[in-house]
């Protein structure tokens, strides 16, 4: 959507989707501020199946092992624990330094984003890209991220695990449904 290769057609194109999509949101919620009505926005074309994906994932992680343990309790913290989107592949005409570099044919690289989650010494943040080919979700997905955990780590309630399933999925992975059991005090 915001590559430079587009047309000024291709520019207008979106310009006038972006116009139709903003309208819609007035009318369909007449009394969000403007920023929500931009948050919306984005997610709607941003992406929000990875986002839901992530944090799906995020709160499997989370509760998975939880046993009448209380909500707070369960090691939120500010970035994602885990993410929806597994790898992604780019296109690059120089490999990577690690694997010799120099200039070739155009390759095709896959990146493990788990490994910026679950390996020592790894930024959680790069789940979601770095550089010019960062998400630009990044900031509307951490943002929400930090508003749920803000208020778990205030819920006292206990919570205890007690399945999962998973749905078909074509790109992301991510539960179809997660059963807990909520005790109230």
Same mark, same amino acid.
């Given at each position: 959507?915001?590559? $430079?290769?587009?047309?000024? *057609? #291709?520019?207008?194109?979106?310009? %006038?989707?972006?116009? !139709?999509?903003?309208?819609?949101? *007035? ?6 501020? =403007? @920023?929500?009505?931009?948050? !919306? ?21 989370? +509760? *998975?092992?939880?046993? %009448?343990? !209380? ?12 993410? $929806? ?12 330094? =690690?694997?010799?570099? &120099?200039?070739? @044919? ?13 390996? =020592? &010494?790894?930024?959680? /943040?790069?789940?979601?890209? #770095?550089? !010019?080919?960062?998400? +630009? ?5 951490? /943002? ?6 803000? =208020? ?10 007690? $399945? ?5 999925? *074509?790109?992301?992975?991510?539960? &179809? ?5 909520? @005790?109230?005090?």
């Amino acid at each position: 959507m915001l590559s $430079g290769n587009n047309s000024l *057609k #291709t520019f207008r194109e979106i310009d %006038q989707s972006l116009t !139709r999509l903003h309208a819609m949101a *007035k009318t369909r919620f007449p009394d969000d501020s =403007d @920023e929500r009505r931009g948050i !919306r926005m984005a997610v709607a074309t941003m992406g929000a199946e990875p986002l839901a994906a992530t944090m799906a994932n995020s709160f499997l992680r989370l +509760l *998975k092992t939880a046993r %009448q343990q !209380r909500v707070s309790t369960l090691g939120w913290a500010a970035h994602f624990p885990d993410t $929806g989107l597994l790898s992604i592949a780019r296109e690059c005409r120089e490999a990577p330094v =690690d694997l010799g570099g &120099g200039v070739s @044919e155009v390759r095709l690289f896959e990146i493990d984003l788990t490994r910026c989650l679950h390996e =020592d &010494g790894a930024n959680p /943040s790069h789940i979601f890209g #770095t550089g !010019r080919h960062a998400c +630009l979700g990044r900031g509307l997905s951490l /943002s929400l991220w930090q508003r749920v955990v803000a =208020d778990m780590r205030k819920n006292q309630r206990r919570v205890s695990f007690i $399945g999962v399933s998973q749905a078909p999925r *074509k790109i992301f992975e991510y539960p &179809g449904e997660l059963t807990i059991e909520v @005790e109230n005090e």
